[in-house]
């Protein structure tokens, strides 16, 4: 039986934009609104959503680098939301984070080496030679070298430079990694190379990801369950080979319909949504995927659809309402 290593229930983080010189007034942009998921130790959970449905706010509100409006995060059966910092700081080693450019991650003042052990002095583990042997083995790891310790970041291409950042996340033998569209910002050619390290380094080392992503292609390969995001909020949940063969919501058989296929003698039909993705300052009633919907009904205008299990996966849609 798998162990859930996170649990998120109900999590919500709105931003609150202020009008006028005054900062009166003004609206809440619901980024995520109410998510409701289990992470469990060892897989990769993909989540994927066109720009601006929340995926990145959703990593970094499960860290608690962004403090969540409400919800809980549950790992290891303690909740991180509200928790002492003393106690939060502790945890920490154990939850890192691969951020998309890698080279707006990595501070330029300081050298490689100098990077990857920060993470070692800021929770007192290892020092002086030992610090160095460790900031060697992780460069070595990661696929560079030692003596790369010495260099500073604007030194290296991207993909080495996500190496760097990879290594970084990797000094304090953490739990679980949120990967946050780690090659999006890569040549093609570096992406597989560095999805080949991230699937090496998750058996060294048991690691679980959080995998955000926007690329279909790159989730389908290296997830085991995925979860489709619209407007803060998901919609689909399934085991990948579930999901890529048989979508069930509307939104993710737009979205599956859309990635290219590398057959030019293949054809398949486009499934086109109507309009433009709705604004989380301002939210369609009922179901949010509605106005765009080729399957719309009157129950879709005035309700919102729950996530609901149907045989093992999930999904949020009135069609499937038993």
Known sequence: MKQPLVEVRN???????????????????K???????????????????????????????????????????????????????????????????????????????????????????????????????????LLEVVGLSGYHAKRYAHEFSGGQRQRIGIARALALNPKLIVADEPVSALD?????????????????????????????????????RVGVMYLGRIVELAATSELFDCPLHPYTKALLSAAPIPDPLVKKDRIILQGDVPSPANPPSGCAFHPRCSECMDICRTEQPQLQEMDGRFVACHLYNK
Request: aromatic share 6%.
């Open 11 to 29: 999590l919500k983080k709105h931003f609150q934009v202020k009008k006028g010189i005054f900062g009166r007034g003004g609206h809440d942009i």
């Open 31 to 137: 980024a995520v609104d109410g998510l409701s998921f289990t992470i469990y130790k060892g897989e990769t959970l993909g989540l994927v959503g066109e720009s601006g449905c929340g995926k990145s706010t959703t990593g970094r509100t499960l860290l608690q680098l962004l403090p969540p409006t409400a919800g809980e995060v549950w790992y290891e059966g303690r909740n991180l939301v509200g928790m002492d910092p003393r106690e939060l700081r502790k945890l920490r080693r154990h939850l890192q984070m691969v951020f998309q450019d890698p080279y707006a991650s990595l501070d330029p003042r300081l050298t490689v080496g100098e990077i990857i052990a920060e993470p070692l002095q800021i929770h007192k583990l290892h020092s002086g030679k030992e610090r160095d042997r460790r900031v060697e083995e």
């Open 188 to 224: 093609v050619s570096i992406q597989s190379q560095v999805i080949n390290l991230l699937q090496d380094l998750q058996d060294q080392f048991q690691l679980t990801y959080l995998f955000i992503a926007h690329d279909l292609s790159v989730v389908k390969h290296i997830s085991d």
